[in-house]
């Protein structure tokens, strides 16, 4: 039915009066399904007894300057004056159990106060957390992948260096290395260094131990472990070979001339399809001791049209190679290898969400146990958005070869939008704390079944 004119307008001029009145209203009411999933894990506690040593503040404990790291997180702040924007919210107040929530000054004092004992305390936390679910998950087979990422800043922080930056030539940076367990997406570890390291400094000792905090739970998991070029050697390889560890490592061309005349040589290459071949063989640098397996890989390719640009709808390409070897001690064929190895690039999405939704990019304070802290804090955040979807959503998928997660996750923006950024109301009727949530039909339904199932889940 149409409607006229005067059904469909109304006049706009009158302004209306202001008041202001006391009425608890939070802007954050989907916050209530993170209050009870970490009442479900004891969160809280599990802090405690880990900073219960430390202390940075005297009337807030580090255990709980921490847990509002990690809600700042969740909440979509990024930097440590944006607590302004919740200062007064009762709901996150509820949350943290506080009746004032840290000012930025003392925010940012408690950050200047960690120590060395505290980050290393909850590094010990964040392994055993992922080691809780992995005990629980009981898997054959666990990959983890090692990478490194750039944390620039304009500031002059403590521990920071000039090194490799592609978006900020010039600028200081940390450059942290992170191992990720692929059938997870979470972080089972991080290693902080400053930002002029190369990729494989100090990484076989850190590669080890995250091996051994896998095999301390799981004695019997096979495990595998993919890396890039730049963590290419014989000690680490020998050491991975030795631990009994499966692995795909990427090999430099530029740092062994041989390789290139190996490949130029190759008058056979086994086909895949019309695009790729390949050859292997069992080869060992000059300086090397042992003989391992190497894959050689050939990939169909356009290459680029130099000169004169055409404006013809149907120019022309010429077609060339491109080359890539793999060194493993996998027994698979070889299209498993390969395909196994270039499922590691789903890494990057992981710290594409770490930068964005809890705030890798950012360096808050000068001194580096405060920036680690505050790095700690964001790698929490996203492993416990991972770790509620994993107890409130069934698994979508078995071990793939590229080995993908075994969930389909929802990224943290996505939660933010959808569920936690939510309108609502705190009040007492009959003495009963009752949160009155504005939400649409599909946000009602979505809170109600997560709340439902980590009801069942505990």
């Avoid at 795909?248 to 390789?259: K, N, T």
Wanted: hydrophobic share 40%; charged share 25%; proline share 4%.
């Amino acid at each position: 039915m149409k409607a006229s004119r005067s059904e469909v307008r109304k006049k706009t001029h009158v302004i209306p009066v202001l008041k202001f009145e006391d009425q608890a209203l939070t802007s954050f009411a989907g916050l209530v399904i993170f209050q009870k999933f970490f009442t479900a894990i004891k969160l809280k506690s599990q802090l405690r007894e880990c900073l219960r040593h430390t202390r940075l503040h005297k009337v807030y404990g580090t255990s709980t300057v921490f847990l509002q790291l990690i809600v700042h997180m969740l909440l979509g702040f990024r930097e440590l004056a944006d607590v302004r924007c919740y200062q007064d919210d009762p709901l996150v107040k509820h949350m943290l159990g506080l009746e004032q929530i840290p000012t930025v000054s003392t925010l940012s004092r408690a950050l200047k106060s960690a120590t060395p004992a505290t980050i290393e305390r909850l590094r010990g936390l964040l392994r055993q957390m992922v080691q809780g679910r992995l005990r629980q998950m009981c898997p054959a087979r666990i990959t983890l992948d090692f990478d490194g990422s750039v944390q620039s800043t304009r500031r002059h922080a403590e521990g920071t260096a000039v090194g490799y930056n592609k978006k900020r030539k010039g600028a200081r940076s940390y450059y942290p290395l992170f191992c990720t367990i692929a059938q997870l997406g979470q972080v089972l570890d991080v290693l902080h260094r400053p930002g002029n390291v190369h990729d494989s400094r100090g990484a076989r000792e850190f590669v080890l131990a995250c091996i051994d905090a896998v095999r301390e739970v799981l004695p019997g998991v096979t495990i595998e472990v993919r890396m890039d070029s730049a963590f290419f050697s014989d000690e680490l390889v020998t050491a991975l070979d030795t631990r009994n560890a499966e692995f795909s490592i990427s090999v430099p061309f530029e740092r062994f001339p041989e390789l290139k005349g190996m490949i130029e040589g190759r008058q056979r290459w086994i086909p895949v399809d019309d695009d790729v071949s390949y050859f292997e063989a069992n080869w060992k640098p000059k300086s090397w001791s042992h003989r391992f397996r190497f894959l050689f890989i050939r990939t169909r390719s356009k290459q680029q049209q130099k000169g004169p640009i055409q404006l013809d709808l149907f120019e022309p390409h010429e077609y060339g190679y491109e080359f890539k070897v793999i060194v493993t001690s996998k027994t698979v064929n070889a299209i498993h290898v390969v395909t196994f190895h270039e499922g590691r690039g789903a890494q990057e999405g992981i710290f594409a969400e770490l930068k964005t939704a809890c705030h890798l990019d950012y360096v808050p304070v000068r001194t580096l146990c405060g920036n680690q802290m505050y790095l700690l804090a964001g790698v929490f955040a996203h492993n416990l958005a991972r770790e509620l979807q994993m107890q409130t959503t069934p698994r979508a998928r078995g071990t793939t070869v590229g080995r993908a997660p075994l969930w389909v996750f929802e990224k943290l923006i996505s939660i933010r939008k959808m569920i936690v950024v939510r309108a609502g109301r705190l009040t007492r009727p009959q003495g009963v704390l009752t949160l009155t949530v504005s939400a649409t039909c599909a946000a009602k339904k979505q809170i109600l079944a997560t709340l439902s199932r980590l009801d069942q889940a505990a």
